[in-house]
């Protein structure tokens, strides 16, 4: 639980501070890199960790994972630019690439499915505490304090989760000697790089049939496919193409790639809208923000009683209808901002979601052996990684291409809110791909896993 809130207060704390942010350090245009570069070193080290952690154990990796988020947030703290700050992000990154899937997989080597259904709402407790405290304190840091005060205070949590876990936590590991996949490694984190560089970057800093674009996309699309033909011949290939080879897991790794990205896109686009439009006071729009991950604990907890009983598919194909109410609302009401309204729709927006990744989620976990689930569970949530970073990277494009079209230098309200709109209508087709590949999980009762 410690654990998870140091990424959980992250996924909000900065969005509400960014509007503060871009004014003391400038490169409003980079502002998306801020996310999408922790995403992407975070989607690209989660198959390593994940590996690791099925060969020399979850303990060591977790507190690799909470050194680096450390030392990630002492450096953004310091940052004197833009540029500067980005680089420390990716360290976060880095560092949250060991946090949250290894709390994930601690939580499954120690319940089983049935037990899981409660400790969820323990679990889920975390993220509606960090719901509030992390827009809330993003809002008074950056209104009242500086903005650098979102990443010091998560000097003291990293300290005590460390320590925590040292005492407490415990495991016996077989121990054998093992071959580390460097070459795959390596290139999975090249290619993701460059395609995610490509999709930021088009229509911005190059246009899209430019031959950066295209030698970006083309070079990163041909690093992926040897990446594949790497993974076919290593001994401990660092992500096993039969992750994605299994109906149930590669359903659910598409869920997850959609959750990913429409979270990203609300959590990020959110508060820049309100402020942008409405003048809102950062705090204010934390709280806005805030309903988003309220709404998601609260269904998380209560899915183990709907799956138990209807089936994973069937649970997960619930939460996405009513994502897809909660931001198809978001959209329509675009062009007439109100806290009220951004508020209540982030609100049901959670409320699915928690019914779609968890059930998702356990579904993946719960279907193989402990020496599998650390690779099970990192790549469902280095699915939603990749969601979140190749999102954002989409979303800021789309966005980008209206400010730049506006030719008025910094957006004026107007702008914002057409940019913002295009965003929450991306957002629902987002949704709706999601719904198609959650229909395609297969109908597996959750009393036939373990």
Request: glycine residues 10%; charged residues 10%.
């Amino acid at each position: 639980m410690m654990t998870t809130g140091l990424v959980a207060i992250d996924a909000t704390i900065l969005a509400t501070a960014v509007p503060t942010i871009v004014k003391d350090l400038g490169g409003f245009a980079q502002f998306p890199w801020l996310f999408s570069i922790y995403l992407l070193a975070q989607a690209v080290s989660v198959p390593v960790y994940a590996k690791l952690a099925d060969t020399v154990g979850r303990k060591p990796i977790v507190l690799i994972g909470i050194a680096l988020f450390l030392l990630g947030s002492v450096l953004c703290g310091l940052a004197w630019s833009m540029p500067a700050l980005i680089v420390f992000r990716a360290i976060q990154g880095l560092g949250a690439g060991a946090v949250q899937p290894m709390a994930v997989t601690i939580a499954g080597d120690i319940y089983t499915v049935v037990e899981r259904a409660k400790v969820q709402g323990y679990l889920a407790s975390v993220w509606a505490i960090s719901s509030v405290v992390g827009p809330t304190l993003g809002g008074v840091f950056s209104q009242f304090l500086s903005w650098r005060w979102i990443f010091f205070v998560n000097i003291p949590l990293c300290v005590i989760a460390a320590w925590m876990l040292l005492r407490q936590f415990h495991e016996t590991v077989e121990p054998r000697r093992h071959q580390v996949d460097y070459l795959g490694a390596g290139l999975l984190t090249v290619s993701l790089s460059l395609l995610i560089i490509a999709v930021l970057e088009g229509g911005q800093a190059w246009a899209w049939n430019s031959p950066q674009s295209i030698g970006s996309f083309g070079l990163g699309a041909l690093l992926l496919a040897l990446f594949v033909l790497a993974e076919r011949g290593a001994a401990e290939p660092v992500l096993p193409l039969w992750v994605f080879s299994r109906h149930l897991l590669l359903s659910t790794a598409l869920v997850s790639i959609g959750v990913g990205a429409i979270l990203i896109g609300l959590t990020s686009f959110v508060p820049t809208y309100l402020e942008g439009a409405l003048g809102t006071a950062p705090l204010t729009a934390g709280l806005a923000l805030a309903a988003l991950t309220i709404g998601w604990p609260i269904s998380a907890s209560l899915s183990g009683r709907l799956y138990l009983r209807i089936g994973f598919r069937n649970t997960a194909l619930i939460g996405i209808g009513i994502v897809l109410l909660g931001v198809v609302a978001l959209a329509l009401f675009a062009a007439t901002p109100s806290v009220a309204i951004v508020a209540a729709s982030c609100f049901v927006t959670g409320l699915g979601l928690g019914l779609v990744a968890t059930p998702s989620l356990i579904a993946a976990q719960s279907s193989v052996d402990w020496n599998e689930r650390g690779v099970v569970t990192g790549a469902n949530l280095f699915s939603r990684s990749i969601g979140s970073a190749v999102g954002v990277a989409i979303f800021g494009a789309v966005a980008n291409a209206i400010f730049s079209a506006s030719g008025r230098g910094a957006p004026d309200a107007a702008t914002v809110v057409a940019a913002s709109g295009a965003v929450f209508a991306a957002v629902t087709v987002t949704a709706a791909l999601t719904m198609i590949a959650a229909i395609s999980m297969p109908r597996t009762p959750a009393h036939r896993v373990q």
